[in-house]
C-alpha cells in the first residue's frame, strides 16, 4: 500500500528464508502513475509500509538440470533472488544481465560480489558491441533439461520469447514473468 489507496505489487529482493525483512526495487519512473513517485517521495528507510502477504506468481520450476537466466533492467529483481537461491543449492544455472548503461545497473555490486558472479554476464547498451547480449546465438543452443527465465521490460521479454519459440524452447520449459 504505497498511500492515497494506491496498491502496487513489487517482487522481493531477499531469499525467501532471511528475516525479518523484505527489501524490494522501486525504479523511479518520470511518468509514474503514483506508485514509482509514492515510493520514492514518501518512504524512507525504518518507514513500515502495509502489506499483503508475499505471492509467488514467478519461480523456479521442479526439475530441470541447469538455469538459464535473463533479466532486463529492474526485471533483475526477480531474477537476482533466482541466482541466490540456484547458488545455494550449488544448482547450474548461467545469468544474463541487460542494461542501459553499468551506471544503470540496480544490484551491480551485490552481483559482483556475490560468490556466484563468474556465473553473471552483464550486457550494457552503451559498452563495446563484444560484450551485447546476443539472443540469437545463446538461445539457438536449447538443452534437454535446461529452464528460461526472463523478466524485464516488454520489448526485451517479446524478443527473448519470440526467439526462444523460434528456435524450438518447449513451453514447458520457459518462464516469465511481465510487469503490469
Known amino acids: ?5 494506491l496498491l502496487r505489487q513489487s517482487s522481493l529482493c531477499t531469499d ?3 528475516t525479518p525483512r523484505y527489501l524490494i526495487a522501486v525504479l523511479k519512473e518520470p511518468l509514474s502513475r503514483g506508485g514509482s513517485k509514492g515510493m520514492h517521495e514518501a518512504v524512507d528507510v525504518g518507514h513500515e509500509l502495509r502489506i499483503s502477504e ?6 523456479l520450476a521442479p526439475g530441470g538440470e541447469r538455469h538459464l ?17 540456484l547458488a545455494t543449492q550449488g544448482a547450474d544455472f548461467e545469468m544474463h544481465f541487460c542494461t542501459r548503461s553499468a ?15 563468474g556465473q553473471v554476464h552483464l550486457h550494457h547498451d552503451d559498452g563495446p558491441a563484444d560484450q551485447k547480449f546476443d539472443i540469437q546465438n545463446r538461445l539457438s543452443r536449447v538443452q534437454k533439461d535446461e529452464h528460461l527465465y526472463v523478466c524485464g521490460p516488454k520489448g526485451f521479454m517479446d524478443a527473448v520469447l519470440s526467439t526462444a519459440r523460434a528456435y524450438g524452447w518447449p513451453e514447458a520449459q520457459i518462464h516469465y514473468e511481465f510487469f503490469a
Open 54 to 59: 508475499p505471492k509467488n506468481h514467478f519461480q
Open 103 to 117: 551506471d544503470r545497473t540496480a544490484f551491480r555490486d551485490r552481483i559482483q560480489n556475490s560468490r556466484f558472479a
Open 69 to 85: 537466466l535473463l533479466a532486463g533492467g529492474i526485471g533483475v529483481t526477480p531474477i537476482l533472488c533466482m541466482a541466490e537461491r
Open 1 to 5: 500500500h504505497v498511500g492515497d489507496g
Open 16 to 18: 525467501p528464508w532471511e
